[in-house]
């Protein structure tokens, strides 16, 4: 039958090893945060740097109006069917 000192030292060894992987973990995240990963001001714990990106993704506006797409898409058309044309090609 074990001690009652050998019974105290597993406990407090168990009790040690569950402080170490906190602090562990701690000393994880505040490594990713100096490395620019994850953890950044302001950030919500639980939510990925993945999700915020495309969430920023999503937002964004397109560069050009809708007139501007508008000739963009006019004047492709017209420098690709000249292309056919000089290749010989039909569409």
């Known amino acids: ?5 050998q019974r105290l030292l597993e406990l407090a060894l168990e ?4 402080k170490k992987k906190q602090i562990d973990a701690e000393i994880a995240e505040i490594l ?10 302001g950030a919500v714990p639980g939510i990925s740097l993945r999700a915020v990106i495309k ?3 999503q937002r964004k506006r397109s560069r050009f109006s809708k007139d ?9 058309k017209a420098y ?3 292309w056919r044309k000089q290749k010989g090609r039909q569409k």
């Open 68 to 76: 501007e797409r508008m000739k963009r898409s006019q004047r492709m």
């Open 1 to 5: 039958m074990p001690s009652e000192r």
């Open 32 to 41: 990713s945060e100096l490395r620019g990963g994850r953890a950044r001001r």
């Open 15 to 18: 009790t040690l090893e569950s």
């Open 55 to 57: 969430e920023r993704r």
């Open 80 to 82: 690709w069917e000249n």
